[in-house]
């Protein structure tokens, strides 16, 4: 099962991924991720991302894009994965397909989680509240200034992967401000063959 998760920050795209991860036993592919290891760990790709992420602009697409070639090659991800974070351009899209194309593969879907941006912010805030009582480190993008650039970024240069997508037929909306649980039912209800009588994309409440 090959999947991507769209969804500006705060959506809960991490959330759904880990829960397709453990249910599929598909591999989460996060750029994100894996831009935050490159610039912990100091590689050259770290270097030249850590001071566009800690801005919250997006780092240059053929940066990613080799990331992504990279990985859906490793043998942990042929089984599937969800692509968290990625593609967030057009041009990531176009790259993201002929890369599948090279290697035979087909995307199953485009999920996108529908949110309220004013509701986003509330969301971050929270979540970065709830990081620092536990003692964990806040992520450095993860403060009202910086997530405001985010989410400009996104509305111009990933919103529009919802038309790019949904012109292949590939897209499907769920409510992202529904209960976490609810959402997943949704996501489940999309991917079972034919729907059925699944869960209805219930709103929880
Ligand atoms: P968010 O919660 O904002 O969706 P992510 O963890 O996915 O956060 O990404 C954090 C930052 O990493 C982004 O703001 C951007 O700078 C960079 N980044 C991640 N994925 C991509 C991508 N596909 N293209 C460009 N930049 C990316």
Do not use: C, W
Not at 128 to 144: H, I
Not at 147 to 153: C, M, Y
Not at 169 to 186: N, Q
Not at 190 to 199: E, R, V
């Amino acid at each position: 099962m090959r999947l991507i998760l769209l969804g500006p920050p705060g959506a809960g795209k991490g959330t759904q991924a880990q829960r397709l991860v453990d249910k599929h036993g598909i591999v989460q592919l996060s750029t994100g991720d894996m831009l935050r290891a490159a610039v912990a760990a100091g590689t050259p790709v770290g270097l030249k991302a850590k001071s566009i992420m800690e801005a919250g602009q997006l780092v240059p697409d053929e940066v990613v894009v080799a990331i992504i070639a990279d990985r859906i090659d490793q043998p942990d991800a042929r089984k599937g994965f969800v692509l968290d974070g990625f593609p967030r351009t057009v041009p990531q899209a176009e790259a993201l397909d002929k890369l599948l194309a090279e290697r035979g593969l087909k995307l199953d879907g485009v999920i996108e989680l529908k949110v309220d941006e004013g509701i986003l912010l509330k969301r971050i805030e929270t979540r970065v509240a709830e990081m620092t009582a536990r003692g964990e480190k806040v992520r450095a993008d993860d403060n009202p200034e910086v997530l405001k650039g985010r989410l400009a970024a996104y509305r111009t240069q990933t919103a529009p992967l919802a038309g790019y997508y949904d012109a292949k037929g590939a897209l499907k909306g769920v409510d992202g401000m529904a209960p976490v649980d609810a959402v997943t039912a949704a996501i489940d209800g999309i991917l079972k063959p034919s729907g059925s009588t699944a869960t209805a994309a219930g709103r929880g409440a």
